[in-house]
């Protein structure tokens, strides 16, 4: 019995209708990249209003890494919300928030004193890493990267790289936001000491330490393409920033949580980030975010300084709790590194048979393949929208990234069964088979 099972073309009329119904009631900007409504997920399955069971490579953006619905979040949650549903933990609090903060501490990299907060959304979290540092070193610049996703406020559109659809038309943006060139191997053929001797000669040059209060980088690239930096890049940015007296903040919302074969891509660089920056895959599916770091930069804000209505809900914490626990008890690192190996083997091989990939990438279960004109460097985006497109059409949900728009992201649920895994890159070769 094939996993994928497609009652219906795609999108199915149930779909359909309720599509026609968005685009009287939610504004065009809010846009929908698969029109598939769905009614139930498990694990890595989700099947729509219209009874078709697809396959997800997409986690709802490296969200579900725990599996869709995993019923000790499910649990975790309905106990919650029976027992309290919200007091605000800044008026009168409540355990949850400090066992998680405790857990955290105990897992993110850095054998220092630490102290965590909550908040809602991965932006948030940049947010208040970007706050927490400038108020510790009372500098004003922060340094972000060619290719950088942070998220969609005001202050994280300006960190964030890519125009369109990202910032077109919605500044003015924050000041005192600076980007420079990262290390993009596939495109810059330079190792992580040239790349990273480039990237300080423009901050030093353009920016100066004496007014940085932080450097944010993501350890791998998400949105951006999913960029794993040369080795030994990062670690030489971390160094000068502690030589400098600049806050080094690891951008973990993508990378974090057991996604790319360790908890932290940070600790496979083998680096100590000041702050680390969390979402996503926290939460099991609840909007969760948190910063983490060095308890006296933490500590710099004064009482009062930081947190938020919902920052730190009881029931997104719980569902946290229970996710990350998932996390450790079951070795779901060790599971995005198995998952790692089968899709590097498996895109790597299509790469052989098909010159439109021009790079294969990634570590544990974020990988990718990026699309180029064949025998170029020039990127296409129309080869990586066909191959999706096909993929959707066929039960497979997969995501785009890539500042060019041209990079196939996967990011299964690191629950997702090796059956499932095979399945859906069958549709992969047969939409490269397809396109061709
Ligand atoms: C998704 C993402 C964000 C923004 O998170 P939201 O929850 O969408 O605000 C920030 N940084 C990185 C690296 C991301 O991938």
């Known amino acids: 019995m094939p996993e994928i099972s497609l009652a219906t073309s795609i999108p199915g009329p149930k779909s359909a209708a309720l599509l026609e119904r968005k685009r009287r009631s939610v504004p065009d900007g809010v846009s929908v990249t698969f029109p598939v409504f769905v009614e139930s997920a498990d694990g890595a399955i989700l099947t729509d209003v219209d009874g078709n069971r697809l396959i997800d490579l997409g986690s709802g953006i490296a969200v579900s890494s725990v599996g869709n619905a995993h019923p000790k979040v499910v649990k975790a949650v ?13 008026i009168t609090p409540y355990e949850s928030y400090i066992e998680l903060a405790e857990l955290v501490a105990s897992i993110t990299p850095g054998d220092f004193d ?22 510790y070193t009372g500098k004003p610049a922060v340094v972000v990267f060619d290719h950088a996703f942070h998220g969609r406020t005001n202050l ?9 659809p990202y910032k077109t038309g919605f500044g003015p943006f924050a000041p005192d936001v600076y980007r420079v060139p990262a290390s993009y191997p596939f495109r810059d053929g330079l190792t992580g000491a040239e790349a990273a001797e480039r990237t300080i000669y423009q901050i030093e040059t353009q920016i100066g330490a004496a007014n940085l209060a932080a450097i944010v980088i993501e350890p791998i690239q998400g949105e951006g393409g999913f960029i794993v930096p040369a080795p030994g890049y990062l670690a030489a940015l971390v160094k000068w920033a502690n030589e400098n007296d600049v806050v080094f903040v690891a951008d973990e919302v993508q990378a974090g949580f057991a996604r790319t074969g360790d908890m932290f891509a940070s600790q496979f660089e083998k680096i100590e980030p000041d702050l680390i920056t969390m979402a996503k895959g926290i939460g099991g599916g609840l909007p969760l975010a948190a910063v983490t770091g060095r308890a006296e930069i933490m500590n710099a804000a004064h009482p009062g300084g930081l947190g938020g209505t919902y920052g730190g809900n009881p029931i997104s914490l719980a569902a946290g709790l229970a996710t990350v626990h998932v996390m450790i008890d079951d070795d779901l690192p060790a599971k995005a590194r198995a998952i790692g190996e089968a899709l590097l083997a498996r895109l790597g091989a299509a790469a052989k048979t098909d010159a439109r990939i021009g790079d294969v990438r990634g570590r544990g279960a974020m990988v990718a393949a990026e699309f ?5 460097t020039k990127p296409d985006a129309h080869a990586a929208d066909a191959v999706i497109e096909y993929m959707a059409q066929h039960g497979v949900v997969v995501l785009e990234c890539g500042t060019d728009g041209n990079v196939i992201r996967f990011l299964p649920p690191l629950v997702i069964t090796d059956v499932q895994l095979a399945e859906a890159l069958d549709v992969f070769d047969e939409a490269l088979r397809a396109t061709r």
Do not use: L
Request: without cysteine.
């Open 78 to 90: 309905q106990d919650q919300v029976a027992a309290f549903t919200h007091t605000a933990f800044g």
């Open 114 to 135: 630490k102290r965590t907060m909550f908040v809602n959304t991965g932006a948030e979290a940049v947010e208040n890493a970007v706050k927490i540092a400038r108020r």
């Open 156 to 164: 994280t559109m300006a960190m964030t790289a890519k125009q369109a």
């Open 372 to 376: 180029v004109v064949p025998g170029t």
